[in-house]
């Protein structure tokens, strides 16, 4: 079945250290997005993909990086985590004509 | 850039009460006007849609209103049931931002039994 996959879903790191979100997705979409969420708050874009080796900042200020080299795959990486990093991360793709957003069922991330 | 507001911030209605969710947006451009809706601790999922062609659209109890020239859209949901209890994101995007949506901070709606 067509879906986002994420992975981990739950994570628990240190001040300091490197990671990566996988988000994974098998709708054939092109368009691919990373938002931040706090639990029942409003949904901040931060890293966006048109498609392969296509990726743009968004509208939040953030200090990770993400890459586009296959179309299924949007890593996001974070170099340094900082407790102000700890919230949910929510992957999300969209089709060729834009349109409505399939979310993943996200990454609640705690930084210590 | 976009810039979408929307209102209330919080809703409590009575079960069998209905409920409305109101947007604006500011880019004249934007042409598609999705509604999420997101239950605690589930992800957001497109409940109703409506493009610029079109005024309304209904699916059951749910509905979306759209006023091209006062640049904003409405949620309609009618006969709440508690299961309606959630938080409600609207959002809008153009051709010419090819997908990227611009959301609403969302709406958290209770109904009480």
């Known amino acids: 079945e067509a879906d986002i996959y994420q992975t981990p879903r739950y994570l628990v790191i240190g001040t300091g250290k490197k990671i990566t979100l996988e988000c994974s997705q098998t709708m054939g979409h092109d368009k691919m997005y990373w938002y931040q969420q706090d639990p029942g708050m409003e949904l901040h874009l931060i890293h966006y993909s048109y498609g392969v080796n296509s990726t743009e900042k968004g509208d939040l200020s953030s200090e990770s990086t993400v890459s586009r080299i296959r179309t299924e795959h949007f890593p996001l990486t974070l170099e340094s985590a900082r407790p102000s990093h700890t919230s949910q991360y929510l992957c999300?793709?969209?089709?060729?004509?834009?349109?409505?957003?399939?979310f993943g069922p996200g990454t609640r991330l705690t930084v210590t | 850039g976009e810039n979408v507001e929307q209102h209330p911030s919080t809703l409590s209605v009575q079960e069998g009460d209905s409920a409305v969710i109101k947007c604006t947006y500011s880019d004249s451009a934007s042409n598609y006007f999705p509604w999420y809706k997101q239950e605690l601790g589930k992800r957001p999922q497109l409940i109703i849609d409506i493009r610029s062609n079109v005024g309304e659209k209904k699916d059951q109890r749910i509905a979306v209103t759209l006023n091209k020239t006062a640049k904003h859209f409405s949620l309609h949901i009618t006969e709440t049931q508690p299961e309606d209890s959630a938080v409600y994101f609207c959002a809008a995007s153009s051709n010419t931002n090819a997908g990227k949506s611009t959301f609403g901070d969302g709406t958290t709606l209770t109904v009480k039994p």
């Open positions: 999300a793709s969209s089709g060729l004509r834009g349109g409505e957003q399939y």
